[in-house]
C-alpha cells in the first residue's frame, strides 16, 4: 500500500473538483481575495489581463514568481499560472513554484511554433486551449488534463467562444453517431489519435473535463457557455475591467451555476455597472488573434 | 428512493452516476426545494469556500442542518468533509456543524502533493478501498462517538462516521467504488423506512451540541 502522487486521475480529479465554477484571472493578492469571496473555485495568476495584453502589444511571458508567489500565498482556492505554448522551462519554473495546475496559453506570445509542451513529463497538471475536437484531443494526448475552448480572450465578445465550443460539442455528437469502421478516417481527418477517437466515440464526452474560455463578460455569457456543454468557465478581462469587478464576479459565479434557470440570472444581472467595454472579434485583422496560435 | 446530491459545483455528475448505478434516484440539490423528499444527502469535492459561499446565498444551511438532525444519512467527500466539521483548523466558520471532528484543509499541500493509494477500510469488508486524494483534508481531532472508519499507514484518520454522518477526505466516485454508496444507500432505505420495532426517522432524541 504505498501512495503514488502525481496520477492521471489526480490531474484529472483536480479539475473534475473544478465543474460548475468560474476560474477568475487576477493580477494582485488583492485581485485574488475578491476573486475569492466572490466564489471563484479557482484563480489565474498572470500579470495583466488578455485586454492589456493585447493593448500593450510587444511580447507576452510566464508571469514574476513572485508576483504568482503572493497569489498563492493570498488565497486556499487552486492557483492556476500561464507558461507560452512550447516553454517548457516556463512551465518547469511553474511547476518549482508549486502551482496547482499550468495552462499552456495561446494568450502569451509562442515559443515554439510546431511542438507543445511535452505534458506528461511533468508532475503538476495542464489544461491547453482548442477550437475543434482534433485540437482537444492532440493536447489530451501530450498530456493536457484539463481543456478549455479558447474563444478570443481579451475581447469581451462571446461570438468566438460560441463558436469554439458549438464546433467541439457537435464534432463529439457527429463521432459518437459514427460506424466504428468510419472512425480510422475521422481521426485522420481531425488530425487525432485514433486511440482517443474510438474514446470519445464510445463515451459521447471528452476524456478531459472542458471549460469555456475568452470573451465572456455578463453572467447571461457565462450560462450560454454553460448550457452549450461548458462544464464550468474562465473568466479573464471580463471581470477586472467592468465597473464593478466584487459585484460582477460574484453575479458570473451564481450564473454559471444556475444556467439554466432564466429568472435567477435576471435577478443576479441587475445593478451590475457597465460591463468591460470589449472589442467586436470580427474587427481584429487575423495577425492579431489568439486564438489561431496552436497547432 | 431518492438521495440527494449537493449541486453547487464540483464532482457532482460523479456521484450522480455512482448512484444511479447502484439503482438509487440521484436528485442535484441547488435550491432547497429540491430537498423536498430526498432521504439522504451527498456532499461533494469541489472547493469549501466556493459551496460555504454559495449555501449562505442559497439559504441552503438550515434545511440542510434538519435533514441532518433528522436523521437522514449524509455523505461528505473532500470538501464535503470539511463542510461537515464542527471546527476547522485556522479558525474559518463551520459550515454545517453536524460532525464532531477538527479537520484540517489542504493537509498534505497543494495540487503536486495529489495522491492515490490502496487502504483498508474494515466496514466495507476485507477488499481495500482505492482511496484518491486531491488536495485533501484530514481529521485532526475526533470528538467523543466518532467512530474511524479508515487511517493512513501512518495513523492519520481519513475516513469517519457519527450516526448519520459519514465523512471522508477522499474520492470513491473517482474510482469507481460503489460500497461507500451502498452503504449510504442502506442507510437510506432505513430512514426512509424504519424496520418494525425500530425507532421512527427522527424520534430519536438527538444531541449534536451547542453548535446546534
Redesign the interface.
Known sequence: ???????W??KK??A??????VIMDVVTPEHARIA???????VMALERVPSDIRAAGGVARMSDPAMIEAI?AAV???VMAKARIGHFVEAQVL?AL????IDESEVLTPADEINHIDKHAF???FVCGCRNLGEALRRINEGAAMIRTKGEAGTGDIVEAVRHIRTLMSEIRRLASMREDELFVAAKEMEAPYDLVKQVAAEGRLPVVNFVAGGIAIPADAALAMQLGAE?VFVGSGIFKSENPAKTAEAI??AT??FDNPKIIAEVSKGLGSPMRGIAAATIPEAERLAVRGW | MRIGVLALHGAVIEHIQTLRSIGVEPVPVRLPEDLEGISGLILPGGESTTMRKLVARWNLREPIMALARSGAPILGTCAGMIIVAREIAGGEEPVFPILDVTVERNAFGRQLDSFEMDLAMPILGDRPVHAIFIRAPIIERLGPGVEVLARLPDQRVVAVRQRNVIAISFHPELAGETRIHRLVATMAAEYAEPREGTAAAGAEPWSLGEAL
Do not use: F, N, R, W
Open positions: 500500500m504505498t501512495a503514488e502522487t502525481s496520477t486521475a489526480t480529479g483536480l473534475q473538483m473544478l465543474k460548475g465554477g475569492e469571496d466572490a466564489g471563484a473555485c479557482a498563492m486556499s482556492i487552486p511547476e508549486g502551482v496547482d495546475y508532475k503538476v497538471p464550468g459565479v451564481q451555476l444556475h
